[in-house]
């Protein structure tokens, strides 16, 4: 629907306003209702964290090239990278919080520094891009909101799943309000709709108990 309707329309805006932000929401489900079944949640984070990026890539690229930006990005991407390699893919994508995996504590490179290295990397690669005067005129909310939404994974984080009614309450707020907001800002009503289908149905998919098959005997 978003495709279409920047096809239709020929404006990149809200298409990449409503396509950058799913992954958080996917985040603060998976973390505080522990419902969904893992490997589905890794392949749903992947494939929504790539579209955000791409998105993010699109704009970022239309202007020009700014070598301190680049490098700040680049600096935030491999202390991602890096991180990820030491903590693994399960644990990346709370394999602790929503499979269940034993506590393990990293001592390697980043994490001897920092308990947190991959949300300080985002932290720098969203924000390296406002360096870039072009980018940041025109997308400048676009990667504030990423900063402040890493900076809500790091909050959630330290609350740790034993404050997960603490964590359910504020991310619903915080969700709440970036839906009321787009809704009063999207100039399509084919956007809304879009936007609202996906927030219940990934809702819906993400709090429901996870039910066991058997085959029968």
């Known amino acids: 629907m978003v495709l279409l309707v920047i096809y239709r329309d020929q404006d990149l805006q809200p298409g990449i306003y409503l396509l950058s932000f799913w992954h958080y929401y996917l985040y ?23 579209v955000s990026v791409a998105a993010l890539a699109i704009v970022y690229l239309r202007a020009p090239l700014d070598p301190a930006s680049l490098a700040v990005i680049a600096g935030g991407i491999l202390l991602n ?13 709370y394999g602790r919080e929503v499979a269940g995996l034993p506590p393990h504590r990293m001592t390697a490179f980043p994490y001897s520094l920092t308990a947190h290295p991959m949300i300080l990397g985002n932290v720098a ?18 990667a504030g909101l990423h900063v402040a939404l890493n900076i809500g994974l790091l909050a959630m984080e330290l609350a740790g799943p034993g404050r997960r009614r603490g964590v359910r309450i504020a991310g619903g707020l915080v969700t709440a309000g970036i839906l009321l ?27 429901a108990s996870r039910q066991i098959s058997r085959s029968p005997s």
Do not use: H
């Open 81 to 93: 990278v890096r991180a990820a390699a030491i903590l693994g893919l399960d644990r990346t994508y």
């Open 181 to 207: 907001a787009a809704l009063f800002w999207l100039p399509d009503l084919l956007l809304v709709a879009a936007a609202l289908a996906c927030a219940g149905a990934l809702y819906r998919c993400y709090t």
């Open 28 to 50: 603060w489900l998976a973390f505080t209702f522990g419902a969904i079944d893992f490997d589905v949640f890794k392949r749903d984070a992947i494939a929504m964290k790539t």
């Open 125 to 142: 690669a969203f924000g390296g891009t406002l360096i870039n005067a072009d980018f940041r005129e025109q997308w400048w909310p676009l």
